[in-house]
């Protein structure tokens, strides 16, 4: 029976490329692992995958009765459906520790890092597996997506080590114009229907018992959005009350001038302000020097919620 390597519904770079790199260092060592998925690619990651010459992971949905090693999220609104009645083997991450539990021992490689990658790489030097260049390629290129080429907060010196070594077993010199190519390829957002931009990254969150969705775009330039901002409102307050969400919040990140533009559909708008100290006008405010979600936008609003 194999072991299925899976990260997060609506999938990015870092789930994708860290379930082929985990699963094949399961197969170094003797377990027999596979690659899943739980959602389409997004244009970046089917540009990574093409690029270094893999195919997709495995479409699958349902894991009952089935091993699964947790790759990149431990939170039970991101993983499988039926994730309650499958084997949680292991968990990689680089989260705050979600509600994930299980009722038998598991292998946990938790760290406090950029990208699932970092830790990814952390296992294969901890198992003396060789990284094979293609693999190298493409957790290189989660490394640089998740720490947005470095400038992200989340971003630690082992992030940097790590590119770097990957770099190098890759053969690749100029990994920061690779990084700013994906990103280009991110931008390109014109004809793309409002719902698949706000659902590109997008993950749902209990706080407090409520329900919040919070989506993010990061792009090279915000002014590429301005044509489709209103549909995006308008698709994130629909988004709301088809989930029955308590909100939902959209990121527009600009990574060259290092903040987000925060869209914001809310029960209470009063939370959302409590939790950036700043007041929203017409559901829109600027968000200076934030980029990470996960560090900068998911903490202050669960504390605001408690
Ligand atoms: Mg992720
Ligand atoms: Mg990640
Ligand atoms: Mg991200």
């Given at each position: 029976m194999?072991i299925y390597c899976v990260g997060h519904k609506i999938p990015?770079?870092?789930s994708?490329?860290?379930a ?16 899943a998925r739980l959602g ?19 479409l699958k949905l349902s894991y009952a009765g089935e091993q699964v090693y947790i790759v990149d999220h431990s939170e039970v609104t991101q993983a499988p459906d039926d994730i309650a009645e499958a084997t949680i083997v292991g968990i990689v991450d680089?989260h705050?520790l979600g509600d994930l539990t299980t009722s038998t021992?598991l292998e946990c ?94 993950k749902d969150?209990d ?100």
């Amino acid at each position: 029976m194999p072991i299925y390597c899976v990260g997060h519904k609506i999938p990015d770079s870092d789930s994708i490329c860290g379930a082929i790199a985990l699963a094949y260092l399961k197969n170094q060592i003797g377990e027999d692992a596979v690659a899943a998925r739980l959602g389409e690619l997004s244009p970046e990651t089917a540009f990574i995958l093409e690029k270094f010459g893999f195919e997709a992971p495995e479409l699958k949905l349902s894991y009952a009765g089935e091993q699964v090693y947790i790759v990149d999220h431990s939170e039970v609104t991101q993983a499988p459906d039926d994730i309650a009645e499958a084997t949680i083997v292991g968990i990689v991450d680089h989260h705050k520790l979600g509600d994930l539990t299980t009722s038998t021992p598991l292998e946990c490689w938790i760290r406090p890092v950029g990208c699932s990658n970092t830790v990814i790489k952390m296992m294969y030097d901890f198992h003396g597996v060789e990284i094979p260049k293609n693999i190298a390629g493409i957790m290189l290129c989660a490394i640089l997506s998740d720490t947005v080429i470095f400038k992200s907060p989340t971003c630690t010196t082992a992030d940097i080590r790590c590119v770097e070594a990957l770099a190098e077993i890759a053969g690749i010199e100029d990994f920061k114009g690779l990084g700013m190519e994906m990103f280009k390829v991110k931008s390109a957002v014109e004809g793309t229907p409002a719902r698949d931009l706000v659902l590109r990254d997008f993950k749902d969150f209990d706080m407090n018992g409520n329900l919040v969705g919070i989506g993010q775009l990061e792009v090279i330039d915000l002014s590429v959005l301005d044509a489709i901002k209103p549909a995006l409102v308008e698709d994130i307050a629909k988004l709301k009350a088809e989930g029955k969400r308590h909100s939902v919040l959209l990121l527009l990140t600009d990574i060259m001038k290092e903040g987000s533009e925060l869209l914001v559909v809310s029960d209470d708008t009063a939370v959302v302000e409590r939790a950036y100290g700043q007041n929203l006008a017409q559901g829109k405010v600027w968000l200076d020097g934030v980029l990470s979600r996960k560090k900068q936008v998911v903490p202050p609003l669960q504390e605001a919620f408690a």
